[in-house]
């Protein structure tokens, strides 16, 4: 398992954040007088865009698992986190019991341990072949349909974030840019989100009011990017990653840029007319085949409206291979009998059992840091079931130290600003 650490960022009774190490040792070493078993720390496995991942033991279970020091972005991802359970979606096993809401300074969340990423695997030398390739699209799909279910937007969809395991089971991780999302509402949502190589055109044109077309708008790029062990579009800025899309894509029309901000409307009506170049596609590869390529001209649509859903994409038959292969052998919704018959789950495919009610993500917006802090604390405390045996982390562990003072990663890791078009 895993343990992933947010930001420090809850106020101490004067309203000032705590960055104390006393404080943060008191907490993590349970000095409360409460019955806690320790966890070990091993070492750092991840660095995400608001915290530090480490590889510990879990001492009930003698499991390795993820811990990540984890505020209205933390409540946010802890609820998903806790409300997720789906084999595509990396969900939390547990959240370590802080003493009390006053010396509430940090959350701690337990995740399963992954071996890798899709970023790793694609940028090795292991070969991939196309059952890889139809495995791995069928798996992000199948997980973001369930996020979308749920009314959850990923909002950071690349291949860092999607965790592969030594079998290929894939999980989508890292929920700090993920929001609420009501489809029936026009909310204005920031469109400073996706890494840039995976930002669908909408975004780099200044959108505010976007779908979940952008979550797929990604996963074709990354799609393209496992056929070709290269990304797709790969450019210095913003201006220039529209430059590309619209090179392969062709000029959009009118029409088509609807959603984009007069400036950038602007600049692309400026530009030279440029036809489409879908040929090109075939070049990524040997196995970017005619169906290969139908599916993701269908998932690199310039208009998000007339993109490709990611319920149609999963019907697509180019990932019939990959849904058999995972519901042979790798996920949880089948079984096999004990003379070896699989029986195959009636709904392959899962939704979400509860959406996220978008009401709730307003009111977060509304709640002061105090109030914030305590709602955290409350849902980690009512959220543990019956004879739960806490955690907190063991302080006489060579590797205390440094897990305490890891921080986040860099600037240059986030997101980059959306351009500001005149």
């Known amino acids: 398992m895993a343990l992933v650490s947010h930001q420090r960022c809850m106020p101490t009774a004067n309203g000032e954040t705590n960055h104390s190490l006393l404080a ?122 369930y996020l979308h279910s749920a009314r959850i937007l990923h909002r950071d969809i690349k291949p860092g974030n999607l965790l592969v395991n030594s079998n290929c089971l894939l999980k989508i991780c890292d929920f700090g840019l993920a929001r609420v999302w009501d489809p029936s509402e026009q909310a204005t949502l920031t469109h400073e989100v996706v890494t840039q190589y995976y930002r669908a055109p909408e975004l780099l044109m200044g959108a505010r009011n976007y779908t979940a077309a952008v979550d797929v708008w990604s996963v074709g790029c990354i799609f393209a990017e496992l056929l070709g062990r290269r990304i797709l579009f790969q450019a210095q800025g913003p201006v220039e990653q529209l430059n590309l899309i619209i090179d392969l894509l062709g000029t959009p029309s009118v029409a088509e840029m609807r959603y984009a901000c007069e400036g950038a409307r602007n600049h692309v009506l400026k530009s030279p007319f440029r036809p489409p170049k879908y040929f090109k596609l075939y070049s990524l590869s040997q196995q970017a085949t005619q169906e290969a390529v139908g599916l993701l001209t269908q998932m690199l649509c310039f208009d998000p409206d007339k993109r490709i859903t990611v319920g149609d994409a999963l019907a697509h038959p180019y990932l019939e291979e990959g849904r058999l292969r995972f519901h042979s052998c790798m996920c949880s919704c089948c079984r096999t009998t004990s003379n070896g018959t699989r029986v195959y789950a009636q709904n392959p495919e899962p939704v979400h059992s509860e959406p996220f009610d978008v009401k709730w993500e307003k009111e977060l917006s509304r709640l002061s840091m105090f109030e914030l802090r305590d709602r955290i604390y409350k849902f980690i405390i009512e959220r543990a079931p019956p004879y739960h045996i806490p955690l907190c982390i063991n302080p006489d562990s060579n590797a205390f130290k440094s897990f305490i003072t890891s921080s986040v990663a860099q600037a240059s890791e986030l997101p980059p600003s959306p351009h500001a078009w005149e």
């Open 24 to 145: 943060t040792q008191s907490y993590l070493s349970g000095n409360v007088g409460t019955s806690l078993q320790n966890v070990q720390p091993d070492r750092p496995i991840g660095y995400g865009a608001f915290g530090v991942v480490w590889s510990v033991t879990d001492p009930r279970s003698g499991k390795r698992v993820a811990l990540k020091p984890s505020c209205k972005r933390v409540f946010r991802e802890i609820r998903m986190l806790s409300s997720f359970k789906n084999d595509n979606v990396l969900s939390c096993l547990d959240i370590l019991h802080p003493p009390n809401a006053r010396m509430f300074v940090e959350i701690y969340v337990l995740t399963e341990l992954m071996q890798s990423d899709l970023h790793k695997i694609i940028v090795s030398p292991q070969p991939l072949t196309t059952d890889h390739v139809k495995v791995f699209v069928y798996q992000i799909l199948r997980g973001l349909l």
